[in-house]
Each structure stands twice: as structure tokens, then as C-alpha cells.
């Protein structure tokens, strides 16, 4: 996670007052190998106060698009989630909850510098650098919602995280260049391949 940026929003004699996420008070707690929760304390946060932040995640888990939460626990004014996905890579969209999404789609170029290293092994082989762009689009989707209201748990509601609207991905295949399209998620066991090792694809129960 990076890039994390916070506002809180407060209305004071007719006027917006912002202040902004101070990023040492961020606090980062590992919970394992592959998760870290941020912890982050907005400021100046009172009744009435509307939030504000964003961020961003790098990730190489192939299999794994983050999910997005549009509902919790409070009020949102208002969620966005944009994703940009090179065209080589084929994810199924899939939604949860019974909010109605609005949904907008697009696609950007993109360029991408290649270098290949031949490396010297045998007589009169020389070592070599090579660089090659290669172009590509990209596949933008845009998923939103405004005034989502706040999830309220039933009694005897199990699992309530399952019940909040939100979307997830899942990798269906690829299509690299010079090669066919290779599904991926025709079962979970095609899935796991990109796991790292020691991580779980269990389906919540």
C-alpha cells in the first residue's frame, strides 16, 4: 500500500474546513507473511465530519484483483473503484450486495521498455543488451456509488461481511503475445498455481 492520503471535512460558521492525514501517524501492523494492516487516525474527526482518503496497492498476486468494499459500517457519500488491466490479462468481474453499481469502461495506451541480456557462454559469443518497446492497451474499468447507506447487521446474521455490496475479480486466463489464450480459473486448483506459498484460496464458509 502506498500513497495513502487522508481529509476530514468539517463545517464550521459556513465554512469547509480541511485537514489534512499527517502520514507519520499512520500506523502499520503485520499480521503476516503477506497481510499488514495501516491503521489510520484522521484528524479532527467530530460529529458531523465527512472523511476523505485514497491509496494505492501494488501487488504481484496475478490471481488476486483487491476486492473493493462500497458499503460499511457508516455512511458513504460517495466510492470509486478504478481499475486498469492489461490487455493480456482476462478477470471476471463479479458483485455483491444489492446496491446498484453505475459501471464505465475505456481503454489506455500503454508502452512498456523490454531489456533482454544475452550473457557470453561458449567461443566467440559475446554478451548483448537489447531494448524493445512494446505497445499495449490497457482495459479501464470504473465502478461507483453515491449516498450508499450504512450496512445494519441483523441478529442473527452470520458472517456479515459477505452481505456488504462490493465487488471481486477473478482471473479467468491470459493471452501473452506469440501465444494462445490459457484459461486459468475453469476450477480453484487452476487458481492456486499463482498462490504464493503459504497462502490460503479458501472460500468463505
Known amino acids: 500500500m502506498t500513497n495513502l492520503k487522508g481529509l476530514t471535512y468539517n463545517l464550521e460558521e459556513g465554512k469547509i474546513i480541511k485537514t489534512k492525514l499527517d502520514p507519520k501517524q499512520i500506523i502499520y501492523e503485520k499480521k503476516s507473511e503477506h497481510i499488514t494492516i495501516a491503521k489510520i487516525p484522521m484528524p479532527d474527526v467530530r460529529e458531523g465530519s465527512v472523511i476523505d482518503f485514497e491509496y494505492e496497492i501494488i501487488s504481484d498476486f496475478l490471481f488476486n484483483l483487491q476486492e473493493w468494499y462500497f458499503q460499511k459500517h457508516l455512511p458513504v457519500m460517495y466510492s470509486e473503484y478504478r ?87 477473478e482471473l479467468e486466463g491470459t493471452r501473452f503475445p506469440d501465444s494462445g489464450y490459457k484459461a486459468y480459473s475453469s476450477s480453484w486448483k487452476d487458481v492456486l498455481i499463482f498462490c504464493p506459498k503459504g497462502v490460503s484460496m479458501e472460500r468463505d464458509k
Open 83 to 169: 481499475v486498469a488491466i492489461p490487455e493480456c490479462f482476462f478477470y471476471k468481474p463479479a458483485t455483491f450486495g444489492y446496491l446498484g453499481l453505475g459501471h464505465e469502461t475505456s481503454s489506455l495506451p500503454r508502452t512498456v521498455r523490454l531489456t533482454y541480456i544475452q550473457k557470453a557462454e561458449g567461443v566467440g559469443v559475446t554478451e548483448g543488451r537489447y531494448e524493445h518497446e512494446e505497445k499495449y492497451q490497457d482495459k479501464v474499468s470504473t465502478f461507483y456509488a453515491s449516498e450508499v447507506p450504512a450496512f445494519k447487521p441483523e441478529r442473527f446474521l452470520r458472517a456479515q461481511k459477505n452481505y456488504l455490496s462490493r465487488i471481486a475479480f
